[in-house]
């Protein structure tokens, strides 16, 4: 059986089922965990965002994503 390890944590996510506890975002895997601190954290940036941008939320999620990859954690 594959098993999936969260790109941030790299904690293994059991039984990984997609949108439910894991989340893919381009090319990245995500735990539950992670991606709920991915939301708090762009949450404020987005609410301060007039007009929301959505190729602009897309490379918010994503340089986030990088960052937190490099650091392990969000
Ligand atoms: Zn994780």
Redesign the pocket.
């Known amino acids: 059986m594959k098993t999936l390890v ?6 293994p ?1 059991q039984s990984p089922l997609k949108d439910r506890n894991y989340f893919h975002i381009e090319h990245r895997d ?6 709920d ?1 991915l939301d708090m954290s762009l949450k404020p940036v987005m609410r301060a965002k007039h007009p929301f941008n959505y190729e602009w939320y897309q490379r918010l999620v994503m340089d986030s994503i990088e960052k937190a990859v490099s650091k392990g ?1 969000f």
């Not at 995500?30 to 991606?35: D, G, I, Q, Y």
């Open positions: 969260c790109d941030v944590c790299k904690r996510i995500l735990c539950e965990p992670c991606k601190q954690r």
